[in-house]
């Protein structure tokens, strides 16, 4: 149980255009989710807290207009970078709270960005 | 907000002997710690978590210490083999959870 997916696993796109990555829980409910970013040889560094329903929370120095959550449903949230940058090129990692816990995330396996 | 100092940054210790990763936290409503282990390119894997209501958690060669009046948690390794090569990043969590820099341990044969 608590299994997290991510969709693409991997990605290449060109400067300028926008992509966009999906987080599914696929056999449990998130209310939340957690965007992290993670460059080389770096720790992962929380991005965003994504509510179903309403308004993701950005942390400090994340622009939200270049990042835009979306969390429609109670099983898919999705990030979408726009107008993408090389210095946007990353591993982004999505994460979930199990059922009936706010103690351990579930991670997704992650989506590797890469801009050309 | 949190703030999750971690360390050593690299640890290299000789196949058989103890590993030791030390952590601190900064925000006293943080109640949960857990401790990840992570291969290049892959989601973060918990090796073990402990809750603030309690003191120590072991699990066969891997244990956890908390010390929540001077907020600090550290991992403890024993008997390292090898495939305990990774890079481990602690973290702290009351809702959203913040992750330390990473430790890179290799374990020499």
């Known amino acids: 149980g608590a299994v997290v997916s991510q969709h693409p696993s991997w990605v290449i796109c060109k400067s300028g255009t926008s992509v966009k990555i999906e987080c599914r829980s696929l056999?449990?409910?998130?209310?939340?989710m957690f965007w992290y970013r993670q460059f080389p040889k770096q720790s992962l560094m929380l991005m965003a807290t994504s509510n179903e329903g309403s308004k993701a929370t950005y942390e400090q120095g994340v622009e939200k207009d270049k990042f835009l959550i979306n969390h429609a449903s109670l099983t898919l949230s999705t990030l979408t970078v726009t107008s993408a940058h090389p210095e946007d090129s990353s591993f982004y990692i999505c994460?979930?709270?199990?059922?009936?816990?706010?103690?351990?995330?579930?991670f997704g396996p992650g989506t590797r960005l890469t801009v050309t | 907000g949190e703030n999750v100092e971690q360390h050593p940054s690299t640890l290299s210790v000789q196949e058989g002997d103890s590993a030791v990763i030390k952590c601190t936290y900064s925000d006293s409503a943080s109640n949960y710690f857990p401790w990840y282990k992570q291969e290049l390119g892959k989601r973060p894997q918990l090796i073990i978590d402990i809750r603030s209501n309690v003191g120590e958690k072991k699990d066969q060669r891997i244990a956890v210490t908390l010390n929540k009046t001077a907020k600090h948690f550290s991992l403890h390794i024993t008997e390292t083999q090898p495939e305990d090569s990774a890079v481990y990043f602690c973290?702290?969590?009351?809702?959203?959870?913040?992750f330390g820099a990473g430790t890179r341990l290799t374990v020499k044969p």
């Open positions: 973290a702290a969590s009351m809702y959203d959870m913040r």
């Open positions: 056999d449990f409910q998130a209310t939340t």
């Open positions: 994460s979930a709270p199990g059922a009936g816990t706010t103690y351990e995330q579930y």
